[in-house]
């Protein structure tokens, strides 16, 4: 490990309308593209409510699955960790508080999006 001092600085996500995670990145959607990408949002937050009914693990298969039946999307990671440390867990009890972070590449676009647990 570098030991780099870092501090991280949480910032509320800044969203359209219609949930999708504002980036110059949504210009480089097709039409067709820029009205699916709201689903990435959509899968995080349908999990907010539930999470802990599941662990880790499954929370990150709730996230992924629907984003992986649209052919249009493909899931390069689901990742659920600390959000001061960044390190991925395996149990809740681990974590004081957790993120739901994803990269999912649509087309040729990758976004990237986050949502907070707890």
Request: proline share 8%.
């Amino acid at each position: 490990m570098l030991q780099i001092p870092v501090t991280i600085i949480p910032h509320p996500i800044v969203r359209e309308a219609d949930g999708l995670a504002m980036s110059s990145r949504n210009a480089r959607l097709t039409p067709d593209e820029r009205m699916q990408a709201p689903e990435i949002y959509k899968a995080l937050s349908g999990i907010r409510e539930n999470y802990s009914w599941f662990i880790p693990d499954g929370v990150k298969q709730l996230v992924s699955g629907p984003l992986s039946e649209n052919p249009a999307f493909r899931v390069e990671y689901v990742a659920i960790v600390d959000t001061q440390t960044l390190q991925p867990f395996a149990d809740w009890m681990d974590a004081e508080h957790a993120v739901v972070c994803v990269a999912v590449y649509l087309g040729a676009v990758r976004l990237i999006d986050n949502i907070v647990l707890y």
